[in-house]
């Protein structure tokens, strides 16, 4: 029997660097997060405070929508077999104007610039034109009826909404448009259960059984699911009355169907090994549930803390998704990457990292410990005094130098083997 | 006709198992028979390996739900017949 491997296919993948500037990017943006936390507590009693804004959005944008762009640009080809056109130009021109687009904008909020507000328009604006050029040719070439395809397209287009309702609401910033405070909860509601929901919907349909050994999703589950959501989030958006309660019904189904359906599928995995990428999405799964349960007792009267249901989105359901996803991705793309170049030398593929060393479970474990304590904090902060919320500051401080460490150990690991190998 | 194919489950294997035991399979399957993978989804990476390293493929949908790839050498019609006839007994792979 031969014991060697034929070498693997990447002609597909990008090369490393591509996914890996905008991985290794986000923890940073998260440690900035904990940090305005720490410069500035008592901002943090309203969410119009400008430091809550600065913070979100170094949230949103420099660690939520810096690892989906840097993870769209591997997954498009790898998942859906198309490559994209000039993968490390597009990559460091989108990092660039997403990197100082999230810093500018933060400035702006925290500076009130209206200068700032306008460099982080045009960055930002720029960032979705790039991304939108680079993949939907890409998406719309590809010969793949996957519902990933279908998803991707869905996600990107309420994306653009995102953007342009954000840029009107800069825009209103600067002075140039009259305010709509109001259109800050479509902002939020169209990035967060529009853009987000449907991104991680599509990846999940396949990163879900391939990495946590499920059965798959229902098939009418993955092609229905993002047009009822996106159905659900325009008529929630421009309805009122019974058909806005139709929309905000649609949309609430398809979120319960995402979460239900993918922790009913993990209670049906084929190896029951401990595994913080599925306590990750377990956690993920159940702040979604919660953050739909708290929108309706908000709508029926109940008045809960303005804070919880962006927090329970944005970090216990997209956060926690996403750093699932990073603890399985990145290990499996530096195996790959160092498996194909010891195959293409013709060299030996033994003494190679196999993907539990190149993170190994410890420091997963570790993270999912500090993230869950970030979580539980971020929903305390209502009734936490400025002390309490620097300390929540310090917590994500640390999830992100921790995370930033142990993404940088796998590609230090990554260079070490190949720098040995030549 | 089931004793020219070689069974290949990697249904309950964590990534990148599945990906190396195929390709090892492939690498040593004898002439005459076929390779029949069974996996929980459709092997992306593996089909342009398969292709590189000589094989044709058909991907059918099990009774269970997974993924059945049966894997032939381009110059064996030996195994060609053998993989199309127990392919023929599944309904295409729909994603």
């Known amino acids: 029997m031969t014991t060697g491997f034929a070498m693997l296919s990447t002609r597909q993948s990008p090369p490393l660097a591509v996914p890996m500037r905008f991985l290794l990017t986000a923890p940073l943006f998260l440690a900035m997060v904990g940090l305005v936390m720490l410069l500035a507590p008592a901002q943090f009693a309203t969410r119009w405070n400008p430091a809550v804004l600065a913070a979100a959005h170094l949230w949103v944008l420099g660690f939520m929508l810096m690892v989906m762009v840097g993870a769209i640009q591997q997954l498009v080809p790898v998942l859906i077999g198309v490559p994209l056109t000039r993968p490390m130009a597009v990559s460091r021109v989108l990092h660039g104007l997403l990197v100082f687009g999230a810093g500018a904008l933060a400035v702006a909020f925290l500076r009130e610039s209206a200068g700032y507000f306008w460099l982080a328009v045009v960055l930002l604006d720029g960032a979705l034109l790039v991304l939108l050029t680079a993949v939907l040719p890409a998406l719309r070439r590809s010969p793949s009826s996957h519902a990933t395809v279908q998803g991707m397209f869905l996600a990107l287009a309420a994306l653009a909404l995102t953007v342009v309702l954000g840029s009107f609401l800069a825009m209103g910033h600067i002075g140039r448009v009259p305010l709509h405070r109001e259109w800050t909860d479509l902002h939020l509601t169209w990035g967060l259960a529009g853009w987000t929901v449907l991104l991680v919907a599509a990846v999940a349909w396949q990163v879900v059984p391939m990495f946590q050994l499920t059965p798959r999703y229902p098939l009418w589950l993955t092609r229905w699911l993002g047009p009822v959501l996106l159905l659900g989030l325009v008529t929630a958006s421009v309805g009122e009355g019974v058909l806005g309660s139709i929309g905000a019904a649609l949309l609430s189904l398809a979120l319960l169907s995402l979460a239900g359906w993918t922790l009913l599928l993990q209670t049906r995995r084929k190896r029951r090994l401990a595994d913080a990428t599925l306590d990750f999405w377990r956690l993920a799964m159940l702040s979604l549930i919660a953050a739909v349960i708290g929108w309706w007792a908000r709508k029926s009267g109940l008045n809960l803390p303005d804070l919880w249901l962006g927090a329970l989105m944005a970090v216990g359901f997209a956060g926690s998704a996403i750093l699932g996803m990073l603890y399985k991705i990145v290990p499996f793309l530096v195996w790959l990457h160092l498996t194909n170049r010891a195959m293409d030398q013709g060299l030996s593929v033994s003494g190679l990292p196999n993907m539990k060393q190149v993170i190994p479970a410890v420091r997963s474990r570790w993270l999912l410990r500090v993230h869950l304590v970030w979580v539980l904090g971020l929903l305390a902060i209502p009734w936490l005094p400025p002390s309490g919320v620097r300390l929540v500051g310090l917590v994500g401080l640390v999830e992100g130098l921790l995370l930033e460490w142990h993404l940088g150990a796998a590609l230090v690991l990554y260079r070490r083997h190949q720098q040995a190998r030549g | ?95």
């Not at chain 2, 489950?9 to 028979?33: F, I």
């Not at chain 2, 029949?36 to 342009?48: F, G």
């Not at chain 2, 044709?56 to 993924?67: A, F, I, K, L």
Request: hydrophobic share 40%.
């Open chain 2, 1 to 95: 006709m089931a004793e020219a194919l070689v069974d290949l489950d990697v249904s309950d294997l964590e990534p990148p198992e599945p990906l190396l035991r195929a390709t090892v399979a492939l690498q040593n399957l004898p002439r005459g028979k076929a390779l029949h993978m069974i996996h929980r989804l459709r092997p992306q990476l593996l089909y342009p390996e398969a292709e590189r390293l000589g094989f044709e493929s058909d991907t059918r949908q099990g009774p269970d739900g997974r993924c059945e790839i049966f894997f032939w050498r381009r110059d064996d019609p030996a195994a060609a017949r053998a993989a199309r006839t127990a392919a023929a007994a599944l309904p295409p792979w729909r994603e």
